[in-house]
């Protein structure tokens, strides 16, 4: 019942660095998400981007949306040893469907 | 602050006794959401309610049911606990822009 696919599946970075996770999924969209999750918590919302969006920011945090790709990006900039968690995309088909979740990116900041 | 809140945040149960997790909210959101999520995988959906309307995915065991007496509660039975069943469990709300707000989790461990 997976929706989406995520890669990379690890990534580790220095401090300062930035770091690009990407999310393909399957069928079509009302909207995608990007979710953080840190180790044993919830999961946080970051970011939304609608199907008819091609680009959207949110501090150091940079979405792109291709949808005749159906791949997603996520850019996160500088980034810190705090950035270090699980990062998700989930999609929306609308209509009062579900959203589905990708199978995530392990990010790791080395300070 | 508006929020969901799972109960308890770590949960012992005894193989094949029967178990409830709640979620509650003070979002006032009418789509409220359980996921299953195991170590290092995505989350999975396990059903949803839109106000009471119950819907429950097709791979759902039937071990597994809901109820939400109102707006502001739901719950999650789990009839006949096996060791698969130990996972997190998230329950989530989904507001009128799209975006889902997630509680902490309940950590569900079966001995």
């Known amino acids: 019942s997976q929706q989406g696919e995520e890669d990379p599946q690890a990534l580790s970075i220095q401090e300062g660095e930035n770091a690009t996770m990407n999310c393909s999924y399957k069928?079509?969209?009302?909207?995608l998400q990007w979710y953080r999750q840190n180790s044993g918590r919830g999961l946080v919302h970051l970011i939304l981007i609608r199907s008819n969006e091609r680009e959207k920011h949110s501090g150091r945090l940079r979405v792109t949306l291709d949808t005749s790709k159906k791949s997603s990006s996520l850019l996160i900039t500088a980034s810190r040893a705090a950035d270090t968690a699980s990062y998700f995309c989930?999609?929306?088909?609308?209509?009062?469907?579900?959203?589905?979740f990708g199978a995530g990116t392990r990010l790791t900041v080395k300070p | 602050d508006a929020m969901v809140i799972q109960n308890p945040r770590y949960q012992v149960t005894q193989f094949g006794k029967p178990v409830t997790l709640s979620c509650s909210q003070t979002?006032?959101?009418?789509?409220m959401y359980w996921y299953q999520q195991k170590s290092s995988q995505a989350p999975k959906l396990l059903f949803h309610y839109y106000d009471k309307d119950f819907n429950n995915e097709a791979d759902t065991p039937d071990n597994f049911q809901s109820r939400r007496p109102n707006t502001s509660f739901c719950f999650l039975d789990i009839r006949s606990p096996g060791l698969g069943d130990a996972a997190m469990y998230l329950c989530a709300t989904r507001g009128t822009l799209d975006v889902y707000t997630f509680g902490s989790g309940t950590r569900l461990t079966v001995v």
């Open positions: 979002l006032n959101h009418n789509v």
């Open positions: 989930a999609t929306d088909a609308g209509n009062n469907n579900d959203m589905r």
């Open positions: 069928t079509s969209i009302n909207n």
